[in-house]
């Protein structure tokens, strides 16, 4: 292979940013569990009238149980950051199924990430998500560009034809 392009170096370093993005919005996870529990508990008609009469600690002992966000959050950014590893390094040795692996994971959380917005969660999550989508986004206009291409699929050399060979005639109609 020949000298990878800058290109391809520029979306590898996107995708350890977006990496990085990712663990700190899994330490925000963290840090304001009970906001997100506050911001489902609104959104959900069952805890919303427990919220705002009783309080967090009430929605958080109630029948109508919060979500997990910690344990899956930290379960996907580890699966994820895996993937993007793993696919990472073959696409930095020229394999096209890696840039294409990487296409499919960050079409599929992109969506997952914009239903994750629907559920109007605190507004610092909104900006971890869309600064995320916009690495993603950088990255994949970066993987898909022609010198990567050209680095994944070099053109085919001109091959030496045996000097006994006979050249090569196209065939005709006649």
Known sequence: MDERPVELTRALRALAALVAVGGITVLLIVIFHD????SWAEGNPATRHLLRTEGLAA????????????APALTMYV???SLLWVLGAFLRNGFEWGRIGITVLLVFTAVASVGAVLTEPPALFVVCTFVAMAIG???LVLMWLPPVTRYIHPPAAEAPRPADAAPAVPATRG
């Open 35 to 38: 906001s997100l529990i506050r």
């Open 59 to 70: 929605v958080k002992a109630g029948t109508v149980r919060p979500p997990h966000f910690v």
């Open 79 to 81: 699966v994820i950051a």
């Open 137 to 139: 986004i950088g990255s």
